[in-house]
């Protein structure tokens, strides 16, 4: 058995990531975990979150964002698509869009109810999500309908345990 002695940063033989499970050593094994690159899910506990990634700052008037899972997934936003105030919005449909160096994503509307403001900031800087997005990256405010039902969303342990299984 042959054992991992320098102190300098170890490199994964070229194969390595061919070689089938059972077949490594431990040496390739200890290299992987010193490798490997923990990831950690910022998930404040005073918000509540959707399926879709989205998050709901409650009060009289709900304030909306994508969480920094979602922004971190699509790299640096570089367009957003809002709506408009007035609008009415429904829970789990589509109401704008994101678009990153990768992909374009679509906005859902975590609840449903009347679009009062938007943050038009973000038209000119989308970046803003990506750098602060449980602040300053929030995206729409809406006073929710009479049906508004803050448990069919998550609470931050749901959303953590829904990032971390994903």
């Not at 589509?94 to 679009?115: F, I, Q, R």
Request: some cysteine; aromatic content about 8%; charged content about 20%.
């Amino acid at each position: 058995m042959r054992r991992f002695l320098t102190s300098a940063r170890p490199t994964l033989p070229a194969d390595a990531l061919l070689r089938p499970c059972w077949s490594w050593d431990i040496t390739t094994a200890r290299q992987v975990r010193l490798l490997a690159k923990e990831y950690t899910v910022n998930v404040p506990e005073d918000l509540l979150y959707s399926a879709e990634h989205e998050w709901v700052r409650q009060g009289d008037i709900l304030i909306v964002g994508v969480t920094a899972h979602a922004a971190d997934a699509l790299g640096d936003i570089v367009y957003v698509e809002l709506p408009q105030a007035g609008d009415v919005v429904v829970a789990g449909d589509p109401c704008g869009e994101l678009e990153s160096t990768k992909a374009v994503s679509d906005l859902y509307s975590p609840v449903s109810g009347t679009v009062t403001a938007v943050n038009t900031r973000l038209k000119a800087t989308p970046a803003i999500i990506n750098d602060d997005p449980y602040g300053e990256g929030w995206i729409f405010q809406v006073v929710p309908s009479g049906d508004y039902a803050p448990e069919a969303l998550m609470d931050s342990d749901a959303y953590a345990r829904l990032v971390k299984d994903s």
